[in-house]
């Protein structure tokens, strides 16, 4: 699949985030939660670990501050976007005591901003096993085929 390129300045990342936002999707990106880089709704930029980054051993993870302001200067963190695409529980059905069942509230339509290409191609293999394997899951069809993703490149390892 070939996708388009587009280099944004700051500026341009916040309109981005502001009309993903006004286009009705919930943007989720990577912030600072927990002493940890994790994935959560953001407003803006200024939401993203701005000059943080991760520094990763055996049995061991801490942030540390960079020397600069990047916004994307850590590399992939424990947490993964599996959780928004295929939750570990959801409601599938709902009844009222009765044989008829109410309506489901629609999936939540996510903005995934700041996607690394090796997380690209995790979310391509859940593609395979969920939607092309012969077995569709309509919640992970649902959720994906509503999803707007933005990659980011890699410049830490």
């Not at 009222?96 to 509230?105: E, H």
């Not at 996510?110 to 191609?121: I, K, L, Q, T």
């Amino acid at each position: 699949m070939v996708r388009p390129v587009v280099e944004l300045d700051r500026e341009g990342i916040d309109r981005l985030i502001a009309q993903l936002g006004d286009s009705g999707f919930t943007v989720i990106a990577p912030t600072l939660s927990d002493g940890t880089i994790s994935h959560g709704p953001i407003s803006s930029s200024q939401d993203l670990p701005v000059g943080w980054t991760e520094v990763q051993d055996a049995g061991t993870y801490r942030l540390t501050r960079r020397e600069d302001d990047a916004l994307f200067g850590y590399a992939v963190g424990p947490h993964s976007w599996k959780r928004f695409l295929h939750p570990p529980e959801v409601v599938v059905w709902q009844g009222d005591g009765g044989m008829t069942p109410l309506d489901l509230a629609p999936p939540p339509r996510y903005a995934f901003f700041g996607v690394r290409p090796c997380e690209m191609a995790a979310i391509s293999i859940q593609d395979k096993v969920f939607l092309d394997s012969g077995f569709s899951d309509d919640v992970y069809r649902s959720r994906r085929t509503s999803a707007f993703i933005v990659e980011v490149e890699c410049y830490e390892p």
